[in-house]
């Protein structure tokens, strides 16, 4: 990012940090309370976590459980004493098992995520960058407060959510992802959905597995259609095709083509292109 990264260890990290407490105070900062690592944080602007994700002070926090991949929690303070500090989701390249089927750097999807989402205009994924790290380079996520207790099984539920789980399921069709679980899907502290976990996408073969399938047979609405064929008809941003291969960034565009020519969601009449555990 061409600052030169600066970061500290506490002497606690890699100690599981407990995700069973949460808070509810939008305070714009605050300290985490004894029994919570956690920051309670009001809205972010993009631009300013974008600035302190890539440049701020991360310190190590702890390690998130029930990951598959290495995932820790973080601090990421500012440049200026007395600023707000901000926390991120640290999933260093190192910490990465390796698959079949994706290549090393998955760290690299979680950024494009983003990246397509912020070019889309959709919201859905907290900011995300690539940077350095105490455990190397890998991405760094905004943290998004949230009820875990929520998830994508009970949020389908709430009519007022409809909007934006179905440009979700739009989302990873185009991105391609094939690990949509519902524990992925968030309901912010702030009201929003947002969609984490986003390693998992970006294939040049079609390979969707995603528990969003509430939405099958009914037509993309025409604000998204529009903002599929500006995606189609422009070079996708540097920003996000520098973090794929050829291939897979032509596969976007490809499957934003598909579904304007279908102009509805698809249905999955095998029934079997959901991930597991479901959750």
Not at 172 to 198: E, M, Y
């Amino acid at each position: 990012v061409g600052v030169e990264p600066r970061w500290s260890r506490k002497p606690a990290a890699g100690a599981p940090v407990p995700t069973g407490q949460t808070s509810t105070d939008q305070e714009s900062a605050s300290e985490p309370t004894p029994d919570s690592p956690f920051r309670a944080r009001g809205p972010v602007d993009d631009g300013v976590a974008l600035a302190l994700l890539a440049t701020g002070d991360l310190t190590l926090l702890g390690q998130m459980p029930w990951s598959s991949n290495g995932t820790f929690l973080v601090d990421l303070a500012p440049p200026t004493p007395g600023d707000n500090i901000v926390q991120g989701v640290y999933k260093p390249g190192r910490g990465e098992r390796p698959l079949r089927d994706f290549p090393a750097g998955l760290y690299r999807r979680e950024a494009a995520a983003w990246e397509l989402a912020s070019h889309l205009g959709w919201g859905l994924i907290p900011p995300t960058v690539v940077r350095d790290g105490p455990l190397g380079e890998g991405s760094v996520q905004l943290y998004v407060p949230c009820d875990y207790r929520e998830h994508y099984f009970t949020l389908c539920e709430d009519p007022t959510r409809a909007d934006d789980l179905r440009r979700l399921a739009v989302f990873d069709l185009v991105a391609n992802n094939t690990d949509r679980k519902a524990g992925h899907v968030l309901a912010g502290d702030d009201g929003r959905i947002w969609a984490v976990d986003n390693a998992l996408c970006f294939h040049q073969q079609f390979k969707i597995r995603t528990v969003i399938w509430d939405f099958s047979g009914q037509p993309i609405p025409a604000a998204l259609l529009e903002d599929l064929t500006r995606l189609v008809d422009t070079d996708l941003p540097t920003s996000l095709s520098c973090l794929l291969d050829t291939f897979e960034a032509e596969a976007i565009v490809a499957r934003a083509s598909a579904l304007l020519a279908d102009g509805e969601l698809p249905v999955d009449p095998s029934g079997r292109r959901v991930p597991w555990p479901l959750l």
